[in-house]
């Protein structure tokens, strides 16, 4: 790697919101240095090509590479992950080692290298499990799910680094991201524009009348960007969302709306998955008040820029 110094060092870089990040940034300007770790289990290389970055194929639960990739860096964005509520209740096991462990791996090392500030990609609804909404950062965490339990001990991590070597660390809760460049998500939205846009039927899980807090990527991206360089209270987490419940059935409204009734399937209704919360939306108060959070897009404007992406991405002569 020679002495390529990097303002910001992005695990999972090139997954979803990875490289909707690392797109953000690029657009703001060349100044910032970004190297990238991905093990592209689920990510892809192409979809970082002609970016300025210096990429390293590699896994987090590798604490020898994880150390190298550290070095000369000046701060960290953790989203690398194992993701979704039902791949970890069939394998608590692989959670626990990227989640957890991997973790660990780059606390230790960003400690080891004088990092200044290491931000981590949490989760709300998983991590408090079944509650009243809205969700807010103060709430008792009972989580349902091997991945909300590990997501909170990474937070708890988080908290510990900070304590204990003064690492200043930031969990981000995120709600239910969505956005292009989203193809490998299982996440609802996600997984039906793929099903939509491959011809496929739908199936709800549960009545549909479970709620969640859809937020686009790129307010997402924009709080991460604004935690880099603002004072905050470190070692604790923040909640980003939209702080607007919206139900499964009516999230199916608007993608009928968007995708037009002609190319609308039938929809199949189901048993509620093991391990999913029911209802769930944020409280942003904390967000607002430290990170100026304040999302912008609204949900259809959000589907509508979603669903022309994967309209693009299918398009004949587009490699996916």
């Not at 990097?6 to 999972?12: R, Y």
């Not at 953790?78 to 989640?99: C, F, K, R, Y």
Request: proline fraction near 5%; glycine fraction near 10%; hydrophobic fraction near 40%.
């Amino acid at each position: 790697m020679g002495r390529f110094v990097a303002d910001l060092l992005i695990t999972g870089g090139a997954g979803f919101i990875g490289v909707n990040l690392v797109r953000y940034l690029a657009a703001q300007g060349p100044d910032q240095k970004l190297r990238i770790v991905d093990n592209l289990a689920t990510g892809r290389k192409e979809d970082l090509m002609g970016l300025p970055v210096e990429f390293i194929e590699g896994d987090i639960r590798d604490f020898e590479l994880v150390d190298a990739v550290m070095r000369d860096v000046k701060a960290v964005v953790h989203l690398a992950a194992h993701t979704g509520v039902t791949d970890s209740v069939t394998h608590p096991e692989i959670d626990m080692a990227i989640n957890i462990h991997g973790t660990l791996n780059l606390l230790r090392a960003a400690v080891r290298h004088g990092v200044e500030r290491f931000i981590f990609a949490s989760t709300g609804g998983a991590i408090i499990g079944e509650a009243t909404p809205p969700v807010h950062e103060d709430m008792v965490p009972r989580p349902l799910s091997p991945y909300g339990a590990s997501k909170l001990a990474g937070e708890g991590y988080c908290s510990a680094f900070w304590g204990s070597y003064g690492l200043k660390t930031i969990p981000l809760r995120f709600s239910n991201a969505y956005g292009p460049y989203s193809y490998h998500k299982s996440s609802v939205i996600a997984k039906f524009f793929k099903q939509l846009s491959a011809g496929e039927g739908l199936t709800v899980y549960g009545d549909g009348e479970q709620t969640r807090d859809f937020v686009f990527v790129e307010d997402i991206c924009r709080a991460i960007i604004t935690a880099l360089s603002v004072d905050l209270e470190y070692g604790q987490p923040y909640q980003l969302g939209t702080g607007k419940a919206t139900s499964i059935n009516d999230l199916v409204a608007l993608m009928r709306q968007v995708v037009g009734e002609s190319r609308f399937p039938s929809i199949t209704y189901a048993s509620q998955r093991p391990g999913e919360v029911r209802y769930n939306f944020v409280t942003i108060d904390k967000a607002k008040k430290y990170l100026n959070f304040s999302p912008s897009t609204e949900l259809l404007s959000g589907l509508e820029r979603t669903w022309e992406w994967f309209c693009r991405m299918a398009a004949p002569g587009v490699s996916q």
